[in-house]
């Protein structure tokens, strides 16, 4: 089945640095990509939706500025956290609609990164 | 907006019992998708079950069922013989018209041996 392959899977930073997380989609074309936020033991929280070539957008609430979003091809996203500050670790996680299907399958989702900032 | 309520933050049951998790949902539209899905303590999420809104036939994927009541805005998740490894935070998700998922609160499911 599909594949979304998510890096790092834990990283931990200095205040001030930015850090940037990989998702690839192994063997389909993701046309769009979701990231997540997720606090611990809580449900996952929609930061933007990305489509290949194309700007996120970003949900309300969202620093675009802090985080910043890049979905140039169709296997690669990627969610660069910059000036990167203790508020801000969390477990990240990216999720991938596979073009070929229809979107009722669902989608599929990379395995998260905790991202701790110290 | 559509939203996702799962009323239930921990369920427990004995290994090889069933267990029933619920979820309601409010919506305007008539033709919808919902989901759940599985969350193990490695987090990496992973589809349970889907269930089309226009189809009245109940899904199920083995061990795994759902009771969807529409007129009710209900999709509850059944989990029959449940194992240890079905222990998990379990979601259940609304797909809306920006295909972009709605999630509840999640529900954590512990196995008793």
Redesign the interface.
């Known amino acids: 089945g599909a594949v979304v392959s998510q890096h790092p899977s834990r990283v931990i930073c200095k205040s001030g640095t930015s850090v940037k997380i990989e998702c690839r989609s192994l063997d389909f074309q993701a046309t769009?990509m979701?990231w997540y936020r997720?606090f611990p033991?809580?449900?996952?929280m929609?930061m933007a939706?990305s489509n290949e070539g194309s700007k996120a957008t970003y949900e309300q609430g969202v620093e675009k500025d802090k985080f910043l979003i890049n979905h140039a091809s169709l296997t690669l996203s990627t969610l660069t956290v910059t000036s990167a500050h203790p508020e801000d670790s969390s477990?990240y996680?990216c999720?991938a609609?596979d073009g070929r299907t229809p979107?009722?399958?669902?989608?599929t989702?990379g395995?998260?990164t905790r991202l701790t900032v110290v | 907006a559509q939203t996702v309520t799962q009323s239930q933050p921990e369920m427990s049951v004995q290994e090889a019992e069933t267990v029933t998790l619920s979820c309601t949902y409010d919506t305007s539209e008539s033709d919808y998708y919902l989901f759940w899905y599985k969350q193990p303590p490695s987090r990496q999420m992973i589809l349970v079950i889907r269930q089309e809104a226009y189809k009245q036939q109940n899904a199920t994927e083995n061990r795994f069922s759902v009771n969807f009541q529409k007129a009710a805005k209900s999709f509850s998740l059944k989990i029959s013989d449940s194992q240890l490894g079905d222990a998990a935070m379990y979601f259940c998700a609304y797909l809306d018209s920006n295909y972009q998922l709605i999630w509840g609160a999640g529900t954590k499911l512990i196995i008793k041996p």
């Open positions: 769009t979701f997720q033991k809580k449900s996952l929609l939706t477990f996680i999720s609609r979107t009722n399958y669902g989608y989702f395995s998260g």
